[in-house]
DNA sequence: AGGCTATCTGAATGAGCGTTCAGTCCGGGC
DNA sequence: GCCCGGACTGAACGCTCATTCAGATAGCCT
């Protein structure tokens, strides 16, 4: 009956088991980012976890699970990693400024977009992604309307039409950044953020 | 009697291999199209094309060799089918106008852009891909760019900078896509049409 | 006609891989 | 001390699937 008690007692010991759970998830992470969804493997897997195939099925019922774990852990992430950024910056235009820059991957790095275009590719055949990448793409898009509305209530923006320039800039970001994952030759990240920029410039019609 | 009856012979007979090669591509490409290239399997292709699986990789080397054929008769027929489309349109405007409803997928459609994201996807790890991926990149850029150039020269279209333009509005074109092609809930070709049709009235700086 | 070659097939082969499982280790409650 | 149950491992197991192969079929050349 006493065991209403269970996390407590040795507390290394009992988190052990929770370090070595996240451990498998990054590393699930770090195998996706390099060999895609199509070929990760439970071996990869536990290998750049440093633990045996066994405790890959162990935690997660099996390599699907460990991927869509995998998945929902990054989406958190993500927007954890987002909102702070955002708290940082003090005005709208700064906040805009900065989404430019955290979409070309200067900032803190808040993703891969090598590994959003796998979850949109997996979205395309897996429901539990098809979620995620929905999930994620509201949060941005809803991150990035109210930046707008923010910089419209100031009085630093006047979009003909805020929803389809948010649209818009949104989806410039997803189209310019395919070009960065894919390595593009004529693609860099200042050049994507300058790219962006001045089409938020043109969209939102700001002054100077 | 004669053999007259079913194979014939002569011109036919000769060509037969032939047709039989490029039902097989697609096939290919129609398996590739819903089960995407990580779920692609021989059988599949086989049973698309109606044909056997020793078939398929009798006539090309091996899975993999059958995916990129299908990949590079896929860059060439949207090519022509894009130079031709063009072509049907008179002025630069009209041409524009085209080419979203091309992108949108109302139009003759040129692809699906499901297919654009498998390639997308493919490209991160198969050199390959990334061939024809970027190929096929340069050639729908350089319409575009084309079609702009030949409105500034008419006195129709005013940016500001006319290649920061082109690829703008073809990158927004992808990341408008990707939401049709994941179907996304609030995304429909008409709407996808509209919304970058009003992009390129922004950035084009089109008089009414 | 008789062989030669290209085309095509269905079954066999074998490698790769997810999942299962029998068992080890160890901390903590009795 | 003894046992229990969670954490963990390494070795199978069995299935899927690309690739190989031994032939069958039919046109073509001499």
């Known amino acids: 009956m006493a065991k209403g008690t269970l996390p407590s007692s040795g507390s290394l010991s009992a988190k052990a088991p929770e370090e070595r759970r996240e451990r498998i998830l990054r590393a699930t992470v ?88 796998e979850l949109w590719v997996r979205a395309l055949h897996d429901p539990d992604a098809r979620e995620t990448r929905e999930s994620l793409d509201r949060r941005w898009r809803a991150a990035l309307r109210e930046v707008i509305a923010e910089g419209v209530a100031a009085g630093e923006f006047a979009p003909s039409d805020a929803d389809a320039a948010a649209i818009r800039l949104a989806s410039l970001m997803d189209g310019l950044a395919i070009q960065l994952a894919l390595e593009d030759p004529d693609m860099t990240p200042e050049r994507l953020a300058d790219l962006w920029w001045d089409a938020a410039v043109l969209e939102l019609r700001m002054p100077r």
Chains 1, 2 share one sequence.
């Open 30 to 117: 770090d195998v996706v980012r390099t060999r895609g969804f199509a070929g990760a493997r439970v071996s990869d897997i536990a290998e750049a976890a440093g633990t045996s195939q066994g405790l890959v099925l162990y935690h997660f019922h099996s390599l699907a699970g460990a991927l869509n774990a995998a998945l929902t852990l990054l989406e958190d992430e993500f927007y954890d990693d987002l909102a702070r950024d955002l708290q940082e910056q003090v005005g709208p235009v700064e906040r805009l400024r900065h989404m430019a820059d955290l979409g070309a991957g200067l900032g803190p790095a808040v993703g891969d977009w090598r590994l959003w275009l």
